[in-house]
């Protein structure tokens, strides 16, 4: 059963950045093979799609609302993803939550995801 832990978030002010971080923990399969994913929601809105990186790192996939701003790594050497956001704005205020998929491919898409964190709470604000 894989297990997956998000931390990093906090306030922010608008402009400013966040780096958050998922660690994985697997007593089978080493969560390396995993597609990765991050989602948001945000009070009174369903749950969305912000980003995806496969299991070598090498695809990636964005939000249109987050492109040129956050980025999504992985480090498989310590199972963790990140997500880097930089010039967030209030709109960004949501739950993020880490998620992971076991069938190949990048994609947003919430029904394919198998695993899903806990989240943590990214509130920008002045």
């Known amino acids: 059963q894989l297990q997956l832990v998000e931390s990093g978030g906090g306030l922010v002010q608008p402009g400013g950045s966040l780096r958050l971080s998922c660690a994985a923990s697997?007593?089978?399969?080493?969560?390396?093979?995993?597609?990765m994913g991050w989602f948001r929601q945000a009070p009174g809105k369903e749950r969305e799609g912000v980003s995806s990186?496969?299991?070598?790192?090498?695809?990636?996939t964005y939000a249109d609302s987050v492109k040129g701003r956050f980025t999504i790594s992985r480090d498989n050497a310590k199972n963790t993803v990140y997500l880097q956001m930089n010039s967030l704005r209030p709109e960004d205020t949501a739950i993020y939550y880490c998620?992971?998929?076991?069938?190949?491919?990048?994609?947003?898409?919430?029904?394919?995801?198998?695993?899903w964190g806990l989240g943590t709470q990214v509130t920008v604000s002045s």
């Open positions: 998620a992971a998929r076991t069938g190949p491919g990048v994609t947003t898409v919430q029904a394919l995801y198998n695993f």
């Open positions: 990186i496969s299991s070598s790192g090498t695809s990636t």
């Open positions: 697997d007593s089978g399969i080493t969560p390396r093979y995993y597609t």
